[in-house]
């Protein structure tokens, strides 16, 4: 097997959803509710920072626990991107798990989950580039870049110039970016299916 049908091998979706995706999805399962509302702020910061380690603890670092303000902040971090991208914010997730609207507090556990696999694939497609694709050899950088948009290109977003292999040799995050909305948007065709 050469270099770009190893890449291309470790990005296969079904590969991904195996090794990052499942134990994600499997993460956000084992996390039980008594309810689906919060009573008051407090209770929601507790809920989301122990939401957090939870996954966390499973998912990211194998054992190890964040405190419980580290874990908060990054659980806020996460709800008010989120939430600012639909036009809300921290306190809208708030009302939503207090009065059990849009979901209530299990689909701000979801939308915590769905962001922290989100990154786990982002990086996990970055490492495989960065260990295929050696940053001091620009020759084989741009080589394999240029492998990599003939094989997957007709599959990347219209913004993606497939002409154009030296733009994300520089630096392929726009390339990483636009494969995985590529993998997400082939998940939902065939959910549909």
């Known amino acids: 097997m050469n270099t770009i049908e190893r890449i291309l ?19 956000r399962l084992s996390y039980r509710l008594s309810r689906n ?22 998912c990211v670092s194998h054992g190890g626990r964040l405190s419980a303000s580290e874990a908060m902040g990054r659980a806020k971090e996460i709800l008010e991107g989120e939430y600012r991208r639909q036009g809300g914010d921290l306190v809208t997730a708030y009302n939503d798990a207090h009065d059990g609207t849009h979901g209530g507090l299990r689909a ?8 922290l696999k989100t990154e786990a694939i982002e990086r996990h497609i970055r490492g495989v580039f960065d260990r295929y694709v050696q ?7 741009l080589e394999l870049i240029r492998q990599f948009l003939a094989r997957c290109g007709q599959d990347l977003s219209s913004s993606v110039r497939a002409d154009q292999p030296e733009r994300y040799a520089r630096d392929y995050q726009e390339l990483i970016r ?8 082939t998940s939902k065709v065939l959910r549909r299916l």
């Open 9 to 27: 091998h470790e990005l296969d979706e079904r590969t991904i959803a195996q090794g990052v995706g499942i134990p994600h999805d499997e993460a």
């Open 37 to 58: 509302t919060v009573s008051d702020f407090r209770e929601f910061e507790r809920t989301i920072a122990d939401y957090y380690n939870h996954h966390f603890i499973r």
């Open 108 to 115: 701000i556990l979801d939308l915590l989950a769905n962001q």
């Open 135 to 141: 940053p001091n050899s620009w020759e084989d950088k």
């Open 178 to 185: 636009a494969y995985m909305d590529a993998l997400q948007r």
